[in-house]
């Protein structure tokens, strides 16, 4: 989107606001000259023209602002400047408008000579003063808004950062306990280990502190740290990555997946003395993303609670964590049973939501 179609949407975005308050603000200049101040004509003569002069210099003024700052707070000297030239401007155009909707005679001269020159100029003060303080006032409130919600992304930003540091060693250790059992007893194969552990961090590592992956490169972190895993169960595990090539370019949060294959081999398919199979699968239905990671081990204890709000593993209360501050409510993590045998995990974000971010 070009910046001036971007003004424009913002200019629309706020015109019904901006008209709200403006015909309130008329409302008032036309109660105060009529009443309080006795000059200019009739009240509703008085409405007119203050309604005229009034949406004249909204949209001057509003219009004036979205093009020289845009969403930005508007310069101070800047914006007084704007109003010393609008304000008359205001006055003449929204004098010819209202006086032809009377039906009096609209030129420049009769304007300024009209018997009710006080009470209009009086009115164009009281709207150019109120339209001072409305615009100035939400132009601050803007960049209020837009340096709140720079600090809620950083906050959020960090809490990610915070609960990711949690998730690696949860991983690490245990296979560097399982190395040093190895090293003892078999070394070559704590060797072939170790090497596929290399390979393994320096895939993960400098994606484990971005911001934003790819489904792709999850799967490619997701293969190693499967291949690590194979090296220390052997035969006992096989597993299968099932990710359309459509989707592979779909940006999501790292190490969102790697934890529930974690699990599902850690608390599932290590424990079991056959071991078993663990299949990573992304598909879409409709407009929602869906991961899952399904194994056949041990499955989940008869009276879990598969949606309860925390669990506790680790790695799931992370990725809850992770996932209410990426998209809130939006996004939810499930565990079911799997039949005949071992456990479901799935996550559903909409893809709305992975479009915001």
Not at 30 to 39: D, I, N, S
Not at 50 to 63: R, Y
Not at 297 to 318: F, R
């Amino acid at each position: 989107m070009t910046p001036t179609a971007s003004r424009l949407e913002l200019f629309l975005q706020d015109l019904p606001r901006g008209l709200i308050s403006t015909l309130i603000i008329s409302l008032l200049c036309a109660l105060a000259v009529t009443y309080l101040m006795h000059v200019g004509g009739s009240f509703g003569e008085n409405l007119l023209f203050s309604t005229c002069i009034g949406v004249t210099a909204m949209l001057l003024i509003d219009g004036g602002r979205l093009v020289l700052w845009g969403a930005n707070e508007p310069h101070e000297g800047g914006l007084l400047a704007l109003l010393a030239v609008i304000a008359p401007l205001s006055f003449f155009i929204g004098s010819f408008i209202a006086s032809s909707l009377r039906g009096q005679p609209t030129s420049l001269l009769s304007l300024t000579h009209s018997q009710n020159i006080t009470g209009f100029i009086v009115l164009t003060l009281l709207a150019s003063v109120s339209g001072t303080l409305y615009f100035w006032n939400r132009g601050k409130m803007a960049s209020l808004k837009a340096r709140n919600a720079a600090i809620e992304k950083q906050a959020v930003l960090a809490q990610l950062q915070m609960l990711q540091a949690q998730i690696e060693p949860h991983m690490l250790f245990n296979t560097l306990a399982t190395l040093q059992t190895l090293i003892s007893h078999e070394p070559l194969r704590a060797q072939h280990m170790l090497d596929q552990l290399i390979l393994y961090l320096r895939a993960t590592l400098s994606a484990s502190r971005s911001e934003q992956t790819t489904l792709g490169q999850e799967f490619e972190l997701i293969k190693a740290y499967l291949g690590l895993m194979s090296l220390r169960m052997g035969l006992r595990l096989t597993y299968a990555l099932e990710l359309p090539e459509e989707l592979e370019g779909i940006p999501i949060a790292p190490m969102l997946l790697q934890p529930l294959v974690e699990n599902a081999i850690r608390h599932g398919l290590e424990p079991k003395v056959e071991g078993g199979d663990c299949t990573v699968r992304v598909s879409q239905q409709h407009e929602t993303l869906i991961l899952s990671v399904i194994d056949s081990g041990l499955g989940l204890e008869s009276n879990a609670a598969y949606n309860k709000p925390y669990s506790s593993h680790l790695g799931l209360a992370n990725i809850r964590n992770r996932l209410d501050a990426l998209y809130g409510d939006l996004a939810e993590l499930t565990l079911t049973h799997n039949i005949p045998e071992g456990a479901i995990a799935q996550i559903t974000i909409p893809m709305t939501a992975l479009r915001m971010h």
